[in-house]
T-cell receptor, first 115, second 114 residues
Framework: DQQVKQNSPSLSVQEGRISILNCDYT??????FLWYKKYPAEGPTFLIS?????DKNEDGRFTVFLNKSAKHLSLHIVPSQPGDSAVYFC??????????????FGKGTKLTVNP | NAGVTQTPKFQVLKTGQSMTLQCAQD?????MYWYRQDPGMGLRLIYYSASEGTTDKGEVPNGYNVSRLNKREFSLRLESAAPSQTSVYFC?????????????FGDGTRLSIL
């Protein structure tokens, strides 16, 4: 059973517009959520995270929103740039102590930003 | 800074051969992890080491063994490779698995088993 779901395998947006990537989870014990970006032939790189005590976290052009009641989080990229074209993974962890141990990943969404 | 270094970057094996994938981090991190990524799939945890001297199974440990050689190094061994183990393998580390720090990944080892 997939605990972290990214239902859109791909997303295409125009440069300068907003990109919204979605993620749903089923395990109510998850308390820490992360987004990673991955370019081809490279490892994932950490983008932004949010703990379950917050509903929003912002870092520059990137904002993550968490809706615990809906078990849903989203990543907003504004404005989108061609260099943002990559695969984005949503990840979650459940740990009594908090933290990033034993992350569970979604399957990823491939974002293409067109010039 | 090198961060997390994986060797080799590519490898082709025949079924039944053995192989050790190496991983080293220079960030003085306590926790290290091995994942595999298959086409259309997210990363799945194979094994992890919360601290030097400890290792634990993840989601897909069958067919693999690990060794936490010291604080810097965490190796993954395939004793008898099978075609189902064809995948991209990623090593990651984090300062403290009980903190809020994200995991840092290496660039992967692409393994093909014929």
């Amino acid at each position: 059973d997939q605990q972290v779901k990214q239902n859109s395998p791909s997303l295409s947006v125009q440069e300068g517009r907003i990109s919204i990537l979605n993620c749903d989870y089923t395990n109510s014990m998850f308390d820490y959520f992360l987004w990673y970006k991955k370019y081809p032939a490279e490892g994932p790189t950490f983008l932004i995270s949010i703990s379950s005590i917050k509903d929003k976290n912002e870092d520059g052009r990137f904002t993550v929103f968490l809706n615990k009641s809906a078990k849903h989080l989203s990543l907003h990229i504004v404005p989108s740039q061609p260099g943002d074209s990559a695969v984005y993974f949503c990840a979650a962890s459940a740990s009594p102590q908090g933290g990033s141990e034993k992350l569970v990943f979604g399957k990823g969404t491939k974002l293409t930003v067109n010039p | 800074n090198a961060g997390v270094t994986q060797t080799p970057k590519f490898q082709v094996l025949k079924t039944g051969q053995s192989m050790t994938l190496q991983c080293a981090q220079d960030m003085n991190h306590n926790s290290m992890y091995w994942y595999r990524q298959d086409p259309g799939m997210g990363l799945r945890l194979i094994y992890y080491s919360a601290s030097e001297g400890t290792t634990d199974k993840g989601e897909v440990p069958n067919g693999y063994n690990v060794s936490r050689l010291n604080k810097r190094e965490f190796s993954l061994r395939l004793e008898s490779a099978a075609p189902s183990q064809t995948s991209v393998y990623f090593c990651a580390s984090t300062e403290d698995g009980q903190g809020w720090g994200p995991q840092h990944f290496g660039d992967g080892t692409r393994l093909s088993i014929l």
